[in-house]
């Protein structure tokens, strides 16, 4: 039954692109080959009757987006990440896919509330008060603890998202099987790895407990951040499909006209954004992927408030650093260091040519500077990146896609601040600062603290390992012969070997 539901899936998402006039667009934006257009146009054209009309007011791709539900909608808002996918302009336009729909009934969020708690919503809460916004996932109630009198935000999912989702999710991967088919040239992009990564997206966010725990972490590494909150999360009365914690009162950060009037310094705001985001990305490698306006508050005190944590981005100690290299090497315009990096990090295969990578780099940064700070466009600068890298046959990584597209959003956010701002000069700061607390003599030597520190705990373990490695060289495979060296050298070597492991163990143990 899967292959029939998939390909109707299909047939009537093909159908409302078409009926909505979002096909063209779509099949530009991924520079789709005669194959796979003639494929969409079969989809789509035939069947225009079946497909969905959606809102005439909005532009064809969000149009049809919207039109075809949730899954598709939030599907949208993770292309906005991927300018290497869809092209930045697409990327743009989907970054703005307004993710409001219809509330559900207060009976259908009660009865969720009380299910999942396992209590009835009088015993919870003193005041339940109606939808205060409604998403393609759930919906966000405005409440009053009945234990301690503390206002919060009560977030509650829709009733039967998570068999919709499963459903539409399952059609995705389908389809991406079809564009590696007919479109071999997409295979770059792994439209199979895209689909994973959103299918890990939603099923974190199906489970408000993983949401909380994204919250509850983000707080602690932001809890001594000047200027910064992360609301608190309300374990009890906390669950799988239900999201408590406390209620921010504040100032959107899209609403720039209110915080010019509460005489907010809207210049400073705007590197704070910058800044904070880079400190949490490159101090943390745990970063909000998601902080768009609507997503940021200014509290009462001035500080910066997140909400919203369904979308987080993780990266691991090595590649911040690598990041980091790359991005003073743009800094300083070394780009044959910024070369060097993405070889070094075996992000660029070996056979390629340094020199020939360097000066393509040099065609990415050299445009963004000497400019005035208005006309330097984040979004222009990685899309060149992407060409760039995708000529030298780099692999497309989706952590460092979801960092660099977070950029771009912060960016904006920045932007709607302060016109004038400067990215990169904005960024300095931190990023220099991180390279001279990670890369300098200091962290040398707290890289090999840390070595240290996990060798002692396989001290006991050493022996062992030493008689295993012994008898591996000891032991040649049938039929195959050691080129080089007699058998009583692979030997010697052997038991050298063991003994070095058994002492280092006698001295870490």
């Given at each position: 039954m899967r292959g029939p539901h998939n390909i109707w899936r299909l047939v009537r998402t093909g159908a409302t692109f078409e009926r909505t006039g979002a096909m063209k667009q779509a099949l530009e934006a991924f520079d789709a080959p005669p194959a796979a257009r003639i494929a969409a146009r079969i989809l789509g054209w035939p069947f225009q009757w079946l497909g969905l009309e959606g809102d005439p007011s909005q532009p064809p791709v969000l149009r049809a987006i919207t039109a075809l539900g949730p899954a598709y909608i939030?599907?949208?808002?993770?292309?906005?990440?991927?300018?290497?996918?869809?092209?930045?302009?697409?990327?743009?336009?989907?970054?703005v896919l307004q993710d409001k729909l219809p509330p559900f009934p207060m009976a259908e969020a009660r009865a969720t509330i009380a299910a999942e708690l396992g209590r009835s919503v009088e015993e919870v809460f003193a005041e339940l008060e109606p939808p205060v916004a409604a998403a393609s996932l759930a919906q966000v109630?405005?409440?009053?603890?009945?234990?301690?009198?503390?206002?919060?935000?009560?977030?509650?999912?829709?009733?039967?998202?998570?068999?919709?989702?499963?459903?539409?999710?399952?059609?995705?991967?389908?389809?991406?099987?079809?564009?590696?088919?007919?479109?071999?040239?997409?295979?770059?992009?792994?439209?199979?790895?895209?689909?994973?990564?959103?299918?890990?997206?939603?099923?974190?966010?199906?489970?408000?407990?993983?949401?909380?725990?994204?919250?509850?972490?983000?707080?602690?590494?932001?809890?001594?951040?000047?200027?910064?909150?992360?609301?608190?999360?309300?374990?009890?009365?906390?669950?799988?499909?239900?999201?408590?914690?406390?209620?921010?009162?504040?100032?959107p950060m899209g609403d720039v006209p209110a915080l010019a009037a509460r005489q907010i310094d809207l210049v400073r705001l705007s590197e704070r954004v910058i800044q904070t985001f880079l400190t949490h990305a490159l101090r943390d490698g745990f970063f909000h992927a998601d902080m768009h306006q609507g997503n940021l508050k200014v509290g009462p005190d001035g500080a910066i408030v997140a909400l919203d944590f369904g979308i987080m981005g993780r990266i691991d100690a090595y590649t911040r650093r690598v990041y980091a290299e790359i991005l003073i090497g743009f800094l300083h315009r070394d780009y044959a260091r910024v070369a060097e990096v993405h070889f070094e990090a075996g992000y660029v295969p070996r056979d390629r040519d340094p020199n020939a990578f360097a000066q393509a780099l040099r065609s990415v940064g050299e445009p963004i500077f000497g400019q005035d700070a208005t006309r330097i466009s984040m979004a222009r600068l990685l899309a060149h990146l992407f060409e760039v890298t995708e000529r030298f046959g780099m692999q497309t990584r989706t952590e460092l896609i979801l960092l660099q597209r977070t950029m771009v959003v912060v960016e904006g956010v920045g932007r709607s601040l302060n016109p004038q701002m400067n990215m990169w000069e904005t960024s300095r700061p931190v990023v220099t600062?991180?390279?001279?607390?990670?890369?300098?003599?200091?962290?040398?030597?707290?890289?090999l603290a840390t070595a240290v520190r996990i060798l002692s705990?396989?001290?006991?373990?050493?022996?062992?390992?030493?008689?295993?490695?012994?008898?591996?060289?000891?032991?040649?495979?049938?039929?195959?012969?050691?080129?080089?060296?007699?058998?009583?050298?692979?030997?010697?070597?052997?038991?050298?070997?063991?003994?070095a492991l058994v002492t280092l163990g006698t001295l870490l143990g």
């Open positions: 939030k599907f949208g808002q993770l292309l906005s990440t991927r300018p290497d996918v869809v092209g930045p302009e697409l990327a743009n336009e989907l970054r109630h405005r409440a009053r603890l009945r234990e301690t009198g503390q206002i919060v935000a009560v977030k509650v999912l829709r009733p039967g998202i998570e068999r919709a989702f499963m459903r539409d999710v399952d059609a995705f991967y389908f389809a991406a099987s079809m564009v590696e088919l007919l479109a071999p040239f997409a295979r770059r992009l792994r439209p199979k790895a895209v689909i994973q990564h959103f299918e890990g997206v939603v099923q974190g966010e199906l489970d408000l407990r993983m949401e909380a725990a994204a919250a509850d972490e983000f707080r602690a590494n932001a809890d001594h951040d000047p200027g910064f909150r992360v609301p608190a999360v309300v374990w009890s009365a906390s669950g799988r499909r239900v999201l408590t914690s406390e209620w921010v009162s504040g100032t600062d991180y390279i001279r607390a990670n890369l300098g003599p200091a962290a040398v030597a707290r890289d705990r396989m001290g006991p373990r050493l022996p062992q390992l030493a008689e295993a490695a012994l008898i591996r060289v000891n032991t040649p495979p049938p039929r195959t012969r050691r080129r080089g060296l007699p058998a009583w050298a692979w030997g010697l070597g052997g038991a050298v070997l063991s003994a």
